[in-house]
C-alpha cells in the first residue's frame, strides 16, 4: 500500500489500485474497527425513522442527531481503515450501501412530511435505481463501476440537505439537496459513458 499522506488519510487523493483485502476473492473479514462503526451506521437509520415519525411536522432535534452520525460515520469509518490497515471486502460493500439506505431513509421522511419538493425525491430516487440497474448489467458483462470525484462529493451535500431540513432550515437545506442532486446525476453520466462503450467493445 501507498504511504499514508494527509490527502491520502482524509480520501483526497485515491490514486494507486485498491487495497488487496477488498478484492473478491478475498474473504469478507467482518470484524474490524471500521466495519464496527458501519454497524452503528446502519442502527442509526431504523433510530432515525422512528424519531422521525415520531415528531409532529418531520422536524426532529432528535432524528437529525441520528442522521448527523449516521452521515459522519461514512468518513469516520474510511478514516479508520485507512489509519489501521483494516480494511474489509464486507467494509467495501457495506459503504456504500449503507450510504444508500441513509439517504433512501431521508427521502422517505421528507416526502413523508414534504420537507422537500416530491419532484426532486422522485428524480433522486431514480438515479439510484438507475445506477442499481446498470451497475448489476456491467457486473454481468464483466465490467465494474469506477467511483468518480462528482459522485464521491455528490453524498455530502444531499446528505447535509436533508440533515438540514430535519433541523427545520429548509431553504439552505434545498440549496443544498439541489446541489448534491445535480453533481449525482453528472457523475451518472460519467459512469454511463464508461460503462457503455466498454460494453460496446465487450460485443464487438
Known sequence: MPPITKKRLFGL??????????????????????????Y?????????????????????????????????????????????????RLGAALDPAIDRLLV????LA?????????????????????????GQAWLRRGHALVINWPGRIAVAPTMFGIWLEVLGAHAVGEGFFFFGLALAWVAAVFYLRPGRSASTSSSA
Open 13 to 38: 487523493d485515491r490514486s494507486g489500485p485498491p487495497p488487496s483485502q477488498t478484492l473478491s476473492d478475498q474473504p469478507l473479514n467482518p470484524w474490524t474497527i471500521p466495519n464496527a462503526i458501519g
Open 40 to 88: 452503528a451506521r446502519a442502527a442509526l437509520i431504523p433510530a432515525f425513522l422512528v424519531l422521525e415519525y415520531e415528531s409532529r411536522h418531520g422536524v426532529s432535534t432528535a432524528a437529525g442527531i441520528c442522521f448527523f452520525f449516521a452521515a459522519a460515520g461514512d468518513y469516520l469509518d474510511g478514516i479508520t481503515a485507512r489509519l489501521t490497515g483494516q480494511y474489509s
Open 104 to 107: 433512501l431513509a431521508g427521502a
Open 110 to 134: 421528507c416526502w413523508s412530511y414534504e420537507l422537500l419538493p416530491r419532484w426532486a425525491l422522485v428524480v433522486l430516487v431514480a438515479r439510484e435505481l438507475a445506477m442499481l440497474l446498470a
